[in-house]
């Protein structure tokens, strides 16, 4: 005879099975950030065996040596490696005002743009949004003090200063966002290229996001509704994956 309560309880269980892995899956994924930066899969590789020397028999002839399938010897000769690997991509500077050009060079954002453009005048308010404070400030420079930034991809505070300048020539003007410091705890990351263009990049994008015109703009809602829909396509994939498994 069918029985009913049977097949429920099995129903029930396996319900109660998908709906805890995907709520621990999502917790893991919102605590843990590391995914953001570090490629995933197998990384056995990392444990091959050191090349042995080419022992070359008397008499016998070799190819010269070229460097352009070099082979290293040591797993810190090549710099970083598994985990270590940085994958995400350096940041751009992105313009948002009619008329401008942005683009980053050896640790600096310049931005060329119209005088009356406004965006000189709304630098004070994002840097108070972004909580970093001001030290000095006069008509064409303003320097702050150190702030504490937390990335969205990062586990670890950095502490950053800044100076940004400007220069008005006609109806034009040039400004300039660079870093005066960058340091994570004892770490001294002003040497480091990408952290570099990465902490700099952001402030400016920041910069011309309050500046953006209304036309520039996503309405807020808007894009809270996409999101949620993005949640939701994520969830029902996630649990569909689950159970075809």
């Not at 998908?18 to 056995?44: H, I, M, P, Q, W």
């Not at 400007?166 to 040497?191: C, F, K, P």
């Amino acid at each position: 005879m069918f029985n009913k309560t049977v097949l429920k309880n099995t129903i029930t269980k396996k319900t109660v099975i998908l709906t805890t892995v995907a709520a621990l899956f999502l917790v893991g994924c919102g605590s843990d950030v590391n995914y953001k930066r570090e490629v995933e899969g197998n990384d056995d590789y990392l444990n091959s065996p050191t090349l042995k020397p080419l022992i070359v028999p008397q008499g016998v002839s070799v190819p010269a040596e070229a460097a352009d399938f070099y082979v290293y010897t040591t797993k810190t000769e090549g710099g970083a490696l598994g985990k270590q690997v940085d994958i995400r991509p350096p940041l751009l500077p992105i313009p948002t005002i009619a008329d401008a050009y942005a683009n980053y060079n050896n640790g600096i954002v310049t931005l060329n743009a119209p005088a009356n453009s406004g965006v000189w005048s709304s630098i004070t308010n994002t840097l108070n949004r972004k909580n970093i404070p001001i030290s000095s400030s006069d008509n064409n420079s303003i320097r702050t003090a150190n702030a504490f930034i937390l990335s969205d991809d990062e586990q670890q505070t950095v502490q950053a200063s800044y100076v940004i300048q400007r220069h008005t020539m006609g109806g034009a003007e040039t400004i300039t966002v660079a870093l005066n410091s960058l340091t994570r705890g004892a770490e001294d990351l002003s040497s480091n290229p990408l952290e570099v263009q990465r902490y700099v990049v952001t402030l400016f994008n920041a910069i011309m996001d309050d500046a953006a015109p209304p036309s520039a703009r996503i309405p807020t809602n808007e894009l809270k509704g996409n999101e949620k829909q993005e949640e939701t396509n994520s969830a029902s994939e996630l649990l569909k994956d689950l159970k075809d498994k």
